[in-house]
């Protein structure tokens, strides 16, 4: 059956996860309280600083060929999976916390010691975690596979945020939400230099001169080891490699094994997936992030945190329906308040370029109309959600799906040169657009070229429109999806015909 999207399936799925967080409970975060499985009405105040840090170099990796092929995905696999493993170990020696490693991206967060009037600890104790991160990717290349040391920017931000449920079953994690989460992730995505960036925040609060422009402002080498003897971390560089080092011998990552998934890819169990067990194939990658969203957290962040709890729940899982449910995608992970998802047409031999770029089309309207409609309702309750939008990027391409990291302790992963330019597309983005990578727009229809035009982007765009605009182009995809939403509705539009009303008669 064509794949397509009812406003009576989103209402009813929207109306049940409002339901869900009728009660919200928001409470002080308690010493050592665990931040895993936080259920999705609840959120806790975690004062922290927050530690982002990007490796810079990932794009070299995946553009070591000419020709996106499987060499360069396994190599690119294994130099992520060689650094998270180190990562991980430097993380739990400095007795931080991992919050999530999303492709190039590691997030952890210092919440000790505890209390406010320990902020200055807490941020030597990120900037000292920082430069042993720094020091150990250095060390973890492979140059018998051809695997360079990752080269690292760091990005540190201080203060207060909301940490939430950023998952389902055995996927959950915490999030965060709140300006220290987001600054820091801005500054470690604000360049290829590499070296500690700290917010103008976090330089105050051990005892740094504010900067015009904190982008571009390293931690010189004296601050650095103001910060590292502050903090005292009783783990070294040395001591995280060898341990590396010996764990790789133990437990050795294998080689990267690619298999192609059988449609429809809702069905990947991302859960049995390991580097022996991984999936390549052609498809297409969304992000879907929501627009504003920081500065809506910060709005409401003191007097309304309820609130905050509630959108993100009902956007996301409305989001992620749309994606599984309606199209039949696989939802990789959440980013923050960002989707990633994947998905392709075709068959367990083939991909349906075609198919699979218009299918990605209407999927994107839907998205769009779904957030409208949850929007609508969520203000029906009375909730608060001005000022919120969404952008969304798509590109085609090859797809990688598989997990890193420790055993027991995987994360998710997916990455490519077509997810990397998805993001760059969602990224290009302004209120309410959506935008098509090049290699999407050439391998579509023509009804997909005229619909986002030399520009690649369009404003507004839902699934009325897109189904509308493809199928009076004639592509079949669309076609299919509009005759498929008038088979269902034909029967009661039938019945509504064939019902004939018959005037009062007065009886003689």
Known sequence: MAKNWQEDRARDHIEKKIKDVNTVTVVDYMRDAALENISVNKAYRVHAAHVYADIV???????VTDVEGETCHKRTLRFLNLHYRAAYRAIQGADAKRVDFHNQRLHAIVAKPYGEESEAMRVHRAVALAQLLINVLAQTGDDDEHIPNAKVRVGIDTGEALAVNNGRNGNRE????????????????AGTATGIYLTNQARAAIGLDEVDAPATTRLAADEIKTSQDEAALEITA?????????????HPIGAFEFSR???PLKNLDIAALTPGNSRRFEGVSTYAD????????????????????????????????????DFEGRKIRYIGDCLHGLSFEGTSCTTDEEESV??????????????????????????AV?????????????????????????????VSRGVRRSEAEQGRCGDGETAIGPNAYDSGTQAVRDLFGSKRKIADLDYDTAVDALAENNDKTAKAAR???FAVASPAVARAADTVVKPYARRP
């Open 57 to 63: 170099n990932l794009d070299d990796m995946l553009n």
């Open 174 to 189: 915490p999030l965060f939400l709140g300006d220290p989460a987001n600054h820091a992730a801005k500054l470690s995505a």
């Open 238 to 250: 040395e001591s995280v490699v060898n341990n590396w080092r010996k764990d790789l011998e133990a």
């Open 261 to 263: 998934p059988t449609p």
């Open 290 to 325: 929501l627009d504003n969203f920081t500065q809506y957290v910060s709005d409401n962040m003191d007097d309304n945190p309820e609130d905050v709890v509630r959108v993100l729940h009902v956007l996301r899982a409305e989001l992620d329906r749309v994606l599984t449910s």
């Open 358 to 383: 218009s299918t990605a089309v209407l999927c994107a309207g839907a998205l769009r109309s779904s957030f409208n409609l949850a929007i609508e309702m969520l203000g029906d309750e009375g909730i």
């Open 386 to 414: 001005s000022g919120l939008g969404l952008q969304i990027g798509f590109e085609f391409g090859p797809m990688t799906a598989t997990r890193l990291g420790m055993q027991g302790d995987r994360v998710r992963c997916s």
């Open 483 to 485: 005759a498929a939403a």
